[in-house]
């Protein structure tokens, strides 16, 4: 017999009520209840970062966080970050750097550095190589989205002006 609670979480702007089985991952809840696949599910374990997203503004690994966990929680997954269809600014530095290939890390790693952009606007190029650290691309070799991050941050700094 399974265990289930009720929960509505905010994912994007969008409430979400549904009744989940208490073991259910925030990956999967995301991806099956919400139908929102952006959210790619990878090692399973938190190592790899393909599954992070903004919870309550900070970046976690929904493959390590319970649905539950989300109750009254306001989540902002990749599909989250443009505005009627118009990439946001690290999505379109990504485009003009080519910082990916398959894709499958990326819309972890814009996770990731949305949250670190915010906290640190003015990164250096070894801060944003820490900050990538914990994401796992097998493709790009990182130069590519370390371009394209402190591109992104170099505009972002010149909107604000």
Request: hydrophobic content about 35%.
């Amino acid at each position: 017999m399974s265990d289930t609670r009720e929960i509505t979480v905010n994912v994007n702007g969008v409430a979400y009520s549904r009744s989940i089985e208490t073991r259910t991952t925030l990956v999967d809840f995301l991806r099956q209840e919400c139908a929102l696949t952006g959210t790619h599910v990878g090692c399973e374990h938190g190592a790899c970062g393909a599954c992070t997203v903004l919870v309550d503004g900070h970046s976690v690994r929904s493959c390590l966080m319970l649905g539950v966990q989300c109750h009254h929680s306001h989540v902002q997954t990749v599909e989250g970050l443009a505005s009627d269809g118009v990439l946001n600014v690290l999505q379109q530095a990504f485009q003009d750097h080519h910082a990916l290939q398959c894709g499958f890390c990326t819309s972890g790693i814009l996770m990731t550095m949305t949250e670190f952009l915010l906290d640190n606007p003015s990164p250096s190029e070894p801060e944003v190589r820490e900050m990538l650290s914990g994401n796992v691309c097998r493709c790009t070799g990182y130069l590519p989205i370390v371009d394209a991050v402190l591109d992104a941050a170099k505009k972002i700094r010149e909107m604000k002006k």
